[in-house]
T-cell receptor, first 114, second 114 residues
Framework: NAGVTQTPKFQVLKTGQSMTLQCAQDMNHEYMSWYRQDPGMGLRLIHYSVGAGITDQGEVPNGYNVSRSTTEDFPLRLLSAAPSQTSVYFC?????????????FGSGTRLTVV | KQEVTQIPAALSVPEGENLVLNCSFTDSAIYNLQWFRQDPGKGLTSLLLIQSSQREQTSGRLNASLDKSSGRSTLYIAASQPGDSATYLCAVVLSGGGADGLTFGKGTHLIIQP
């Protein structure tokens, strides 16, 4: 059981470049979300999805886009990377939005924007 | 807005000691609370999930308690080992909408001295 898989693990981008961080889960979880982790700030919610075709913004959505075409995948897009987006990004999933079964996290993507 | 605070921010103890990590939250209307462990450069591993109706959960040498009315949770680690060294994070899910995701504390960095 793979759980939540994130790719790539590391990425360096130049300012203004675009990229997509991939997230896939094989647990048939309806709820998926993206967090960023920064020193001194903790983990903050970027975007989330309660099911295929449904997405919404979290605490820090600016500069990021998401879509959810399947239950399994929830990619995070950076359209024009900025140094402020240097961070570690985590994808998480849950069976019922965290109500009864808690959250499972991926291993993270460490992104550096230069 | 829900705020989660973890005290202490860092802790260093000799191997074998029992220890307590603290987590407090400002809005007692939570659905559940989850404790995670994060090793350096790694993702989050779920340790314990406590529903709002529960007082405690146990897994091996770990015991987590929850006092929702006072907005507090503790993680008790018995007979600490060097392998317990990691950052421990607590996070809550608010009632009335798990779609808001997890609100995290900034963590306690734990070092167990051999």
């Amino acid at each position: 059981n793979a759980g939540v898989t994130q790719t790539p693990k590391f990425q360096v981008l130049k300012t203004g470049q675009s990229m997509t961080l991939q997230c896939a889960q094989d647990m048939n979880h309806e709820y998926m979300s993206w967090y960023r982790q920064d020193p001194g700030m903790g983990l903050r919610l970027i975007h989330y999805s309660v099911g295929a075709g449904i997405t919404d913004q979290g605490e820090v959505p600016n500069g990021y886009n998401v879509s959810r075409s399947t239950t399994e995948d929830f990619p995070l897009r950076l359209l024009s990377a900025a140094p402020s987006q240097t961070s570690v990004y985590f994808c998480a999933s849950s069976l019922q939005g965290g109500y009864s079964y808690g959250y499972t996290f991926g291993s993270g993507t460490r992104l550096t924007v230069v | 807005k829900q705020e989660v605070t973890q005290i202490p921010a860092a802790l260093s103890v000799p191997e074998g000691e029992n220890l307590v990590l603290n987590c407090s939250f400002t809005d007692s209307a939570i659905y559940n609370l989850q404790w995670f462990r994060q090793d350096p450069g790694k993702g989050l591993t779920s340790l314990l999930l406590i529903q709002s109706s529960q007082r405690e959960q146990t897994s091996g040498r770990l015991n987590a308690s929850l006092d929702k009315s006072s907005g507090r949770s503790t993680l008790y680690i018995a007979a600490s080992q060097p392998g317990d060294s990691a950052t421990y994070l607590c996070a809550v899910v608010l009632s009335g909408g798990g779609a808001d995701g997890l609100t995290f504390g900034k963590g306690t960095h734990l070092i167990i001295q051999p």
